[in-house]
């Protein structure tokens, strides 16, 4: 079996073992999350591109490493997207694209563990102490 570049499209399959989630759930989080497109080609067979691949590693992480709900992952993606949207329209001055992106990463993880910890601080006031 031959590797495929980085920038590659991939199937379903390899997606799955790649991010170790089963095709079904792949499938699942694409219904969920309106962001992620992967190409569709003859007979309905997925290829994603490495920005869906990209997306899927931030979902799997928000979900199973941060604990996140659907509902909530979903909140913070959506989030995100607009606030690049509208970085982007307002950045006219030609700055360092790659300076610029490598910043909007950075304050995306900073926002991801802040909510993290806003979700986990919720549930300690919830949950009554023994």
């Given at each position: 079996?031959?590797?495929?570049?980085?920038?590659?499209?991939?199937?379903i399959?390899?997606?799955s073992?790649?991010?170790?989630?089963?095709?079904?759930?792949?499938?699942?989080?694409?219904?969920?999350?309106?962001?992620?497109?992967?190409?569709?080609?003859?007979?309905?067979?997925?290829?994603?591109r490495?920005?869906?691949?990209a997306?899927?590693?931030?979902?799997?992480?928000?979900?199973?490493?941060d604990?996140f709900?659907i509902?909530?992952?979903?909140?913070?993606?959506r989030?995100?997207?607009?606030c690049?949207?509208s970085?982007?329209?307002t950045?006219?001055?030609?700055?360092d694209?790659?300076?610029?992106?490598?910043?909007?990463?950075?304050l995306n993880?900073?926002?991801?563990?802040?909510?993290?910890?806003?979700?986990?601080?919720?549930?300690?006031?919830?949950?009554?102490?023994?």
């Open positions: 079996m031959s590797t495929k570049a980085d920038d590659a499209l991939k199937t399959s390899e997606v073992v790649l991010l170790d989630v089963p095709p079904h759930v792949l499938r699942f989080w694409e219904g969920k999350f309106i962001s992620l497109r992967p190409l569709k080609r003859s007979g309905g067979r997925r290829y994603y490495p920005d869906d691949i997306l899927l590693r931030r979902i799997r992480k928000l979900l199973y490493v604990g709900t509902k909530g992952a979903q909140k913070l993606i989030s995100k997207d607009s690049e949207e970085i982007f329209m950045d006219s001055a030609g700055s694209s790659q300076s610029f992106s490598a910043a909007i990463t950075m993880d900073v926002k991801i563990r802040i909510a993290a910890l806003k979700q986990k601080l919720g549930s300690m006031v919830d949950s009554p102490v023994a």
